[in-house]
């Protein structure tokens, strides 16, 4: 493939992904991006001294955020009407469901203390 024709494939692939997902999206609402960075602080390790703290109380207090958040995704789904949003808050609960497993079932750090 030549790079013109490289060039015109990228150009027809573009215009396909904008016909057909009606263009560029909205902007997330507030409250889904507030929900995700809330989640992103809430999935990174506590730290002490520096160092990632998986301690039971660490744990615990991820356990007591993570049923917070689901909360207010769960009350988020029946307020907003986009499908971006919708989408943004599945990937969320996606998330969400690692760190779960990962307290419930994984638990890595009582494995490889």
């Not at 493939?1 to 997902?21: D, E, G, I, K, P």
């Not at 919708?86 to 690692?98: F, K, S």
Request: proline letters at 5%; a neutral charge.
């Amino acid at each position: 493939m030549t790079y013109s024709q490289f060039l015109r494939a990228a150009a027809c692939a573009a215009t396909f992904l904008v016909a057909t997902t009606g263009g560029l999206r909205a902007a997330p609402s507030p409250e889904v991006v507030a929900l995700f960075q809330d989640w992103r602080n809430l999935a990174a390790p506590e730290r002490t001294g520096g160092v990632p703290d998986f301690g039971a109380a660490a744990l615990e207090h991820k356990r007591h955020g993570l049923a917070v958040l689901r909360r207010r995704a769960s009350v988020l789904s029946g307020t907003l009407h986009g499908v971006d949003d919708d989408v943004d808050l599945r990937l969320i609960a996606a998330e969400m469901n690692g760190l779960e497993f990962d307290l419930r079932v994984r638990r890595p750090w009582a494995r490889d203390p």
